[in-house]
């Protein structure tokens, strides 16, 4: 018998029979965001029996990813219409039963290379983030030729309700060919606070995770705990361009002493068990993660109302919503949740939907409408 194939034909999860061939296509292989997302779920599928590629451009990344061994990769080479030539080929050549993108420029080379290939109804977009995110030239000419693509191939794939809804009154998506699909959360990794006595027996700190860029608005969120109780502290996470401007604001409202820029982070599981609650400032957040990633610890969560915050936290069901920019209802958002942190478990549900399993059946849902239903147009 082979490997991974039982009695009854099943291949690690999925029966022979829909065992699919699958190329993943974006920029790099590491890094955050649409890459993170695109390794995980290459990866989870390939553990599920399907056969995954993961073609990227850039060589000196493909190594470093921790993918799962039976993900292949593919090097196309950081020249872009070297890149989409090499993908055709490789797609008139293999002809997986789907190819996705993620990202406008990945998008629009994916787009090209499944139209030389003859392969555009199997070829399937994917949308991260608002276009502003993307301001690269050929990001926004990728993102610009969204009406053309998205009738061109066979899917378009958001992370959120609200992203699809931008993009399909604002962008040019297709409502009939768009799906929602929320991203793979690894909440399998969380340890869960146990009650709400063990929340409030930790040390006050409030925990935030994202890039220091102005999308993330952090600025917003040191002005909002200059306001909030003085025993509380606060660990920001993560690693960008606006690191100078946020030490000098925090020196400027005197907070050095309450404030820690904690840097880059790889999976900071250890940080989210010492918290005592969550907070997300975002101007613009297509998704998430980091917000899931605390709901699956257990923690209250206090958010801006922007479109993914307000799709996980269920509308504030789950946590604290105030609005974009408002210091104050922030800082008093997190106040009520040092004072009350209510109990996790409810929370700790709430992620599990989020969770790799659940985007992968996702997904699966997709190809087998894809491959198995009427004949598309």
């Avoid at 993170?36 to 060589?59: F, K, M, P, Q």
């Amino acid at each position: 018998m082979s490997p991974g194939v039982g009695e009854e034909g099943r291949v690690e999860g999925i029966t022979a029979a829909r065992r699919r061939s699958l190329l993943f296509y974006t920029h790099a292989v590491t890094g955050g965001g649409a890459e993170r997302v695109w390794a995980l779920l290459a990866s989870a599928l390939a553990a599920r029996g399907h056969a995954v590629t993961l073609a990227y451009d850039h060589e000196a990344n493909g190594p470093e990813a921790g993918l799962d061994p039976r993900v292949r990769l593919l090097g196309l080479g950081a020249n872009h219409a070297v890149a989409v030539a090499r993908l055709a080929r490789h797609l008139a050549r293999d002809k997986p039963d789907v190819s996705l993108s993620a990202l406008g420029v990945s998008n629009l080379k994916h787009g090209l290379a499944a139209g030389l290939a003859g392969r555009r109804r199997n070829a399937v977009l994917s949308f991260h983030g608002h276009p502003q995110s993307e301001p690269q030239r050929l990001s926004r000419l990728g993102n610009a030729a969204t009406p053309v693509l998205a009738r061109l191939t066979a899917r378009s794939v958001f992370v959120s309700d609200g992203l699809m809804a931008h993009y399909i009154r604002a962008v040019g998506a297709v409502p009939g060919r768009s799906v929602r699909l929320h991203n793979p959360v690894e909440v399998a990794a969380a340890v869960p606070a146990r009650d709400a006595a063990e929340l409030l027996g930790r040390p006050r700190r409030v925990l935030a995770v994202g890039r220091l860029a102005p999308a993330k608005d952090f600025s917003t969120l040191v002005r909002a705990f200059a306001r909030v109780r003085a025993d509380a502290e606060l660990v920001i996470v993560g690693e960008g361009p606006e690191r100078p401007a946020l030490e000098a604001l925090i020196r400027e409202l005197g907070l050095a002493d309450r404030v820690i820029l904690a840097g880059h982070v790889e999976r900071p599981w250890h940080l989210y068990r010492e918290a005592a609650c969550f907070a997300a400032s975002s101007r613009a957040e297509a998704f998430g993660n980091v917000l899931v990633e605390a709901l699956a610890h257990g923690l209250p969560v206090a958010s801006t109302a922007c479109d993914g915050p307000v799709e996980i936290l269920a509308g504030g069901r789950f946590g604290a919503l105030v609005p974009v920019g408002d210091a104050g209802a922030l800082a008093a958002a997190i106040d009520r949740m040092l004072e009350d942190p209510g109990p996790p478990g409810s929370r700790v549900a709430r992620a599990a939907l989020f969770s790799v399993e659940a985007a992968v059946a996702g997904y699966e849902t997709l190809f087998d409408a894809l491959l198995d239903g009427p004949a598309r147009p």
